[in-house]
Nanobody, 129 residues
Framework: EVQLVESGGGLVQAGGSLRLSCAASGFTFDDHDIGWVRQAPGKGREGVSCISTSDGSTYYADSVKGRFTISSDNAKNTVYLQMNSLKPEDTAVYYC??????????????????????WGKGTLVTVSS
């Protein structure tokens, strides 16, 4: 029932931009927060960014802060990740996932919480140098 579908990945040169989309269905969109996680080849999963679909609060990993922007279009049940100034080290499969509710409940939003069972299948971003 719950479904998250990523799109927008592709091949881009270093310094370029891509916008990823995460289309959500099967649940009330603003009841749950959504984030992006990436997995580079041979690496573990790394949290990138998340957003509260309720009040728009955001978190960014230091590695992407100032370059990536997460946004939510609640009318479309879609979360976006605008990625600018891309670097080769951004190369990864990017997944969107439902973020645990303690993110929106936290006083200080110092991290996202990806310990949920709801993930998309991912979209590949390749950044060439």
């Amino acid at each position: 029932e719950v479904q998250l579908v990523e799109s927008g990945g592709g091949l881009v040169q270093a310094g370029g931009s891509l916008r990823l989309s995460c289309a959500a269905s099967g649940f009330t969109f603003d009841d749950h927060d959504i984030g992006w996680v990436r997995q580079a080849p041979g690496k573990g999963r790394e949290g990138v960014s998340c957003i509260s679909t309720s009040d728009g609060s955001t978190y960014y990993a230091d590695s992407v802060k100032g370059r990536f922007t997460i946004s939510s279009d609640n009318a479309k049940n879609t979360v976006y990740l605008q990625m600018n100034s891309l670097k080769p080290e951004d190369t990864a499969v990017y997944y969107c996932a439902v973020v645990a509710l303690r993110f929106r409940a936290a006083v200080n939003k110092s991290r996202c919480y990806y310990d949920t069972d709801y993930w998309g299948k991912g979209t590949l971003v390749t950044v060439s140098s």
